[in-house]
């Protein structure tokens, strides 16, 4: 058995848990504050208690080691004692931790092999390290050669760079029919943005020479498979989420990239990186009324073609391969205790 952490935050974490397990040889449980079903290509799931739902968490860093650890929390202690208990049941040969310092450190002092995927950004504090140092493996879901942060170079013996992750790898390119007035789509993401659909509007007030289409923005629709939208569009504006670069990558869509703010400026990293290696037209925060005409047909201009940099084909089996590798050892094949003398997994689906 093999145990995938998944944050609760958005959906790109689970997005991405999807496309890396489905190429995994071993069976795998998720285990996630938020309902993750179980079917393919999860073959269980566990609904892990919240722990961030007290008034007031006291020390919550641990004294400035951890990130998220506030004493007295009932629900840490059960969402803890939830892992505690599926992995005496089920020992699994490796746990994917994307991503949770806490948890990286929890569940190997509990003696299971673990795989951090990493996060774009400024990732220097103590947690962080700590975590880093502790794994086992680390997947970074992005190209070396695009994006090499100086935090992660200690590590580098054990990190594997794998390329984007997207759920669109294999899917046949979209190819943009001729339209008349050029067509901008703007994207948004469930993990929050400070935008809405009326900027949106705002724009094709403006500039109605472009055909503008908001998906995913406060007010606008939401659509769970947005592959038909990137096909019918000339430009596409989005966020520097790495599902939502990854996605773009796979469709070689020109791209406008405005960074959402994010713990330690994960976003605007991978913002840079794009800028530096001329995949995207990147800019620091939504342009004001009378930059777009000059973006809109900068981005045009690039084009999608160097979006292949970025590496998603066959970028989830890659980083499968590491996890089955470091699964497959032969300490990782015992077979799980039977008397344990703890109860058995709570909140599976089996």
């Not at 959906?11 to 999807?18: E, S, V």
């Not at 019918?232 to 959402?260: E, F, K, M, S």
Request: net charge neutral.
């Amino acid at each position: 058995m093999i145990g995938y952490y998944i944050h609760h935050h958005g959906r790109g974490h689970r997005t991405r848990a999807a496309s890396i397990a489905a190429h995994l040889h071993g069976a795998v449980t998720a285990l996630s504050s938020v309902p993750v079903p179980a079917g393919p290509p999860f073959a269980a799931s566990m609904l892990l208690d919240r722990d961030d739902r007290d008034g007031a968490p006291e020390d919550p860093t641990a004294h400035g080691v951890l990130h998220w650890a506030p004493a007295h929390d009932t629900g840490l202690r059960t969402r803890m004692t939830q892992i505690a208990t599926w992995v005496a049941a089920t020992r699994p040969s490796v746990m994917i931790v994307d991503v949770s310092v806490e948890i990286t450190v929890f569940v190997r002092l509990l003696g299971v092999p673990v795989v951090v995927i990493a996060q774009p950004g400024e990732r220097t504090d103590t947690a962080h390290r700590l975590a880093y140092q502790m794994a086992d493996h680390i997947v970074a879901a992005w190209p070396q050669e695009v994006y090499t942060p100086d935090w992660l170079r200690p590590f580098a013996t054990k990190t594997t760079f794998v390329g984007g992750i997207s759920r669109f790898d294999g899917r046949a390119r979209p190819i943009p029919a001729p339209a008349r007035e050029p067509r901008v789509l703007v994207l948004g993401g469930a993990g929050g943005s400070t935008l809405s659909v009326a900027d949106v509007r705002a724009c094709a007030d403006r500039y109605p020479r472009y055909r503008w289409r908001a998906l995913g923005l406060p007010g606008a629709a939401w659509v769970d498979d947005p592959w038909p939208a990137l096909g019918d569009c000339d430009v596409v504006v989005t966020h520097a989420g790495q599902n939502a670069i990854a996605d773009l990558a796979v469709a070689r869509c020109p791209a406008i990239v405005i960074a959402q703010q994010r713990p330690f400026d994960e976003q605007v990293a991978t913002a840079a990186a794009l800028g530096a290696g001329d995949l995207a037209v990147t800019v620091p925060a939504w342009p004001a009324m009378h930059e777009w005409p000059a973006l809109i047909e900068q981005a045009r201009r690039l084009g999608g073609d160097q979006w292949i940099r970025w590496q998603t084909t066959g970028a989830a089996r890659r980083a499968a391969a590491v996890i089955d590798r470091l699964a497959d050892r032969p300490a990782a094949r015992l077979p799980p205790t039977p008397d344990s003398g703890l109860p058995g997994p709570v909140g599976i689906d089996r």
